[in-house]
């Protein structure tokens, strides 16, 4: 009885609160990458790039690489500590690059020339692991063993980064009204009126909150 009422105890004791949850709400590889910063506008940001482990999670999730790559990378990163923690380095030096360049260009500000460098830089790298293939009368961009290489998250996330540059999507490229996220995504909604990274988050949140000092007001 005793070693029952320790394991129903010990089921009621809290839990230790897992890492947030990536989401996918930019409409763009390169800004959901760029989103992976909740509350960053305010004085307490949580990254959610915490480790390598993370980014390869967020890379398997958002479908930059595959399943099978991304355990394989795991794997090179538990043999290759230091390399692992460079490549952390380099993939948050572009999610903050690609955050500014594209929150500079949704806002109509000047365009900051470090973070346009920083995505250069990353873009040609990339370029020389990508290659065109046929497959049946068809051709198509692959990356060439990215299997055995610490960045090669950040292979289609700079890829994804230049084809919007020079999209027409571009000028559709938008900042979450709220204040507290900021979050940045491509609306694509009829009238390109779309305010909130998320509706049912940031939308309801800010709708609760107006709805509070109305009530307050009045």
């Known amino acids: 009885m005793y070693d029952r009422l320790r394991t129903e105890l010990s089921q009621l ?16 590889l390169c800004l959901d990458f760029a989103d992976t910063v909740n509350e960053r506008t305010t004085d307490h940001p949580v990254d959610l790039l915490s480790s390598y482990a993370r980014l390869l999670q967020w890379g398997e999730e958002a479908g930059a690489i595959t399943t099978k790559t991304a355990e ?21 030096q572009l999610r903050d690059a690609l955050y500014d360049l594209f929150a500079a260009l949704s ?31 068809t051709f198509r961009w692959q990356w060439i063993n990215p299997e055995s ?34 979050w940045l995504f491509v609306d694509k909604t009829k009238n390109h009126r779309r305010r909130w990274c998320d ?19 009045g």
């Open 13 to 28: 004791k809290p839990k230790t609160p897992s890492e947030p949850p990536f989401e996918f709400s930019g409409g763009d």
């Open 149 to 182: 290489n610490l960045d090669a998250v950040l292979w289609p996330v700079s890829r994804a980064a230049s084809d919007l540059l020079s999209s027409q999507e571009l000028i559709y490229v938008r900042q979450c009204a709220a204040d507290d996220c900021a």
């Open 199 to 217: 509706m049912k988050i940031c939308g309801n949140r800010d709708k609760a909150r107006r709805y509070y000092h109305k009530k307050k007001a």
């Open 107 to 137: 806002l109509g500000d000047a365009v900051p020339g470090e973070a346009l460098a920083t995505v250069n830089t990353t873009v040609r790298q990339a370029s020389q692991h990508a290659e065109i293939v046929q497959n049946q009368g």
């Open 72 to 92: 394989r990378l795991r794997h090179l990163a538990q043999q290759s500590e230091p390399e692992a923690r460079t490549a952390l380095r380099k993939a948050v």
